[in-house]
């Protein structure tokens, strides 16, 4: 059975679709602990009704040292020896030898269509552009800032009236789709990331990842 970890830093709505698509329905895996960095982050009380072991590392706890606090983390992950780290909102950047030490083994979902948009404010950024099209990217984490191989990406329409909450909500609802159907390939052992790309059933993936197959 593949062990996942979970980091969150907020509500956790995509940690929820994973505990219903996956945690609570697949018994090829199982959601081993939750981590957030913020005490109050309502992904904790998500763990704790599904009766999942959940900590929060706090981010506030080694005084700003990104070093320090990541070696907590990775101290926390391997009480859990999990087999996929999944990062569903943890709005913290981690260091470079965090992100070696779970490479191939660490995704995370971006709201935009990489390569555009990395970082933050993206919906802002795409009116702003006057795109017609935004949408939502899961990805393999590597050292540069959402700069890793995607695995899966979703489109969602811009109009003319929308504002960054519009396209949020249009966001999530993909975000909510494809991120669980992710977690499965990896769990299934299709997905793997070798050499700086992503392969799906032994078939390397474009720069878009698999929708663009």
Same mark, same amino acid.
């Given at each position: 059975?593949?062990?996942?970890?979970?980091?969150?830093?907020? $509500?956790?709505? !995509?940690?929820?679709?994973?505990?219903?698509?996956?945690?609570?329905?697949?018994?090829?895996? +199982?959601?081993?602990?939750?981590?957030?960095?913020?005490?109050?982050?309502?992904?904790? /009380?998500?763990?704790?009704?599904?009766?999942?072991?959940?900590?929060?590392?706090?981010?506030?706890?080694?005084?700003?040292?990104?070093?320090?606090?990541?070696? &907590?983390?990775?101290?926390?992950?391997?009480?859990?020896?999990?087999?996929?780290?999944?990062?569903?909102?943890?709005?913290?950047?981690?260091?470079? $030898?965090?992100?070696?030490?779970?490479?191939?083994?660490?995704? !995370?979902?971006?709201?935009?269509? &990489?390569?555009?948009?990395?970082?933050?404010?993206?919906?802002?950024?795409?009116?702003? !552009?006057?795109?017609?099209?935004?949408?939502? $990217?899961?990805?393999?984490?590597?050292?540069? &800032?959402?700069? =890793?191989?995607?695995?899966? +990406?979703?489109?969602?329409?811009?109009?003319?009236?929308?504002?960054?909450?519009?396209?949020?909500? #249009?966001?999530?609802?993909?975000?909510? /789709?494809?991120?669980?159907?992710?977690? #499965?390939?990896?769990?299934?052992?299709?997905?793997?990331?070798?050499?700086? #790309?992503?392969?799906?059933? /032994?078939?390397?993936?474009?720069?878009? =990842?698999?929708?663009?197959?």
């Amino acid at each position: 059975m593949k062990r996942i970890v979970v980091m969150i830093s907020g $509500s956790g709505s !995509n940690l929820q679709t994973i505990i219903d698509q996956i945690h609570r329905s697949d018994d090829a895996a +199982q959601i081993v602990c939750v981590i957030s960095n913020k005490p109050d982050a309502f992904g904790l /009380q998500r763990a704790k009704e599904a009766g999942i072991p959940h900590v929060c590392v706090d981010s506030q706890s080694t005084s700003g040292d990104r070093a320090a606090y990541d070696k &907590l983390l990775v101290t926390t992950i391997e009480e859990y020896q999990a087999d996929l780290i999944v990062l569903a909102g943890f709005m913290r950047i981690l260091s470079d $030898s965090f992100v070696n030490q779970y490479l191939g083994r660490l995704i !995370n979902i971006h709201p935009s269509l &990489l390569p555009k948009y990395k970082g933050l404010n993206t919906h802002q950024r795409a009116i702003d !552009n006057g795109d017609t099209e935004h949408g939502v $990217s899961v990805h393999f984490v590597t050292p540069e &800032l959402d700069g =890793g191989p995607v695995i899966l +990406q979703a489109k969602v329409p811009i109009f003319p009236e929308d504002d960054a909450e519009d396209i949020a909500q #249009r966001v999530q609802v993909q975000e909510h /789709q494809i991120y669980p159907l992710v977690v #499965r390939w990896f769990i299934q052992d299709r997905l793997i990331m070798d050499d700086g #790309r992503a392969f799906m059933d /032994q078939h390397v993936l474009g720069s878009n =990842g698999f929708a663009h197959e």
